[in-house]
Structure formats: structure tokens, C-alpha cells
């Protein structure tokens, strides 16, 4: 058996409504499993806990683009003002390339990727003085996270 690879987090991205995020420089995908204390007389000095409930949690932290009709801020804020859950798509991009962006821009995953609905709650912008302005973005999932093999 050969040694394992690593998966390299440049090559990851997350898409909402099935565009990628522009000018992405990380993602987050966070799942939790909330449980409940089970323990019994039968388990002695041992605590005991069962799963009640999965939630889960994705983010980003990108620079903020000045073009029109990307997914930046702008985008992002006026999805979270709908106040709907957005579609998340977080994988490896089907065209993706040690290249850059690829003409037409990247393409969502059609294999190994995760995918659900997510309402986005927390939106924040840095504008340091004689840097880049940069954005964080968290997504609250609303149902649940599916793994997509195929």
C-alpha cells in the first residue's frame, strides 16, 4: 500500500447558489453532534452519552472584489437580507487547475462534495488601511449536510 495523499485546501472551495466565492483564501466546514447524557447504574464511575442531533457549520474568509457580478460582499449581504437559506456546495471544483481561474470561472463538484442549505449568519469586512479589504462569512446549515460520492 502506497502512503496516503493529503487533500491540498487550495484545490477546495465553497459555491453558493452555485457560484464560487471570489477571491477565496480559506473554508471552514464544522459538524457537530449534540448528545445527551445516558449514562445508567450499570455503566459505574463511566459517563454514557448518546447522539441526539447533527448540526453543522461552513465558512469562509476571502478578499473582497471590486468587479460587478461576483460573488463577494455584495452578494453575500444580499443573500443574508432575504433571510432564506442559500445552496452550499463545498468540494473540489470540477474544472479545477494548478492554473488559476479557469475561463468561465470555476464549475461546481460533480463528485465528492458535501451539499445542503444554509442561512448566512454572521457577514463581517476588514478594511485596513493600506491593505486588502477582506471578508468572513459563516453559514448555519438548515437541514442536513449530504455527502455526494457519484
Known amino acids: 500500500m502506497s502512503k ?3 487533500v491540498a485546501g487550495k484545490d477546495l472551495m465553497i459555491f453558493v447558489g452555485g ?4 477571491l477565496a483564501t480559506s473554508h471552514t466546514l464544522t459538524i457537530t453532534a449534540e448528545t445527551s447524557e445516558a449514562a445508567s447504574k450499570d455503566d459505574g464511575a463511566w459517563g454514557a452519552a448518546t447522539v441526539t442531533k447533527f448540526s453543522w457549520e461552513g465558512g469562509t ?3 473582497v472584489s471590486k468587479d460587478e457580478g461576483v460573488d463577494s460582499f455584495d452578494a453575500m449581504y444580499d443573500a443574508m437580507m ?4 442559500v445552496d452550499i456546495i463545498s468540494g473540489r471544483p470540477a474544472n479545477a487547475s494548478d492554473d488559476g481561474v479557469p475561463t468561465g470561472g470555476w464549475t461546481v463538484p460533480t463528485t465528492n462534495y458535501y451539499k ?9 469586512r476588514n478594511d485596513p488601511n493600506g491593505d486588502n479589504s477582506t471578508m468572513s462569512v459563516t ?10 460520492e457519484a
Open 4 to 6: 496516503a495523499k493529503s
Open 19 to 22: 457560484k464560487a466565492i471570489a
Open 61 to 63: 474568509e476571502a478578499l
Open 82 to 85: 432575504t433571510r432564506e437559506p
Open 116 to 124: 445542503g442549505k444554509a442561512l448566512i449568519t454572521n457577514l463581517q
Open 139 to 148: 453559514f448555519t446549515g438548515v437541514g442536513k449536510l449530504e455527502r455526494v
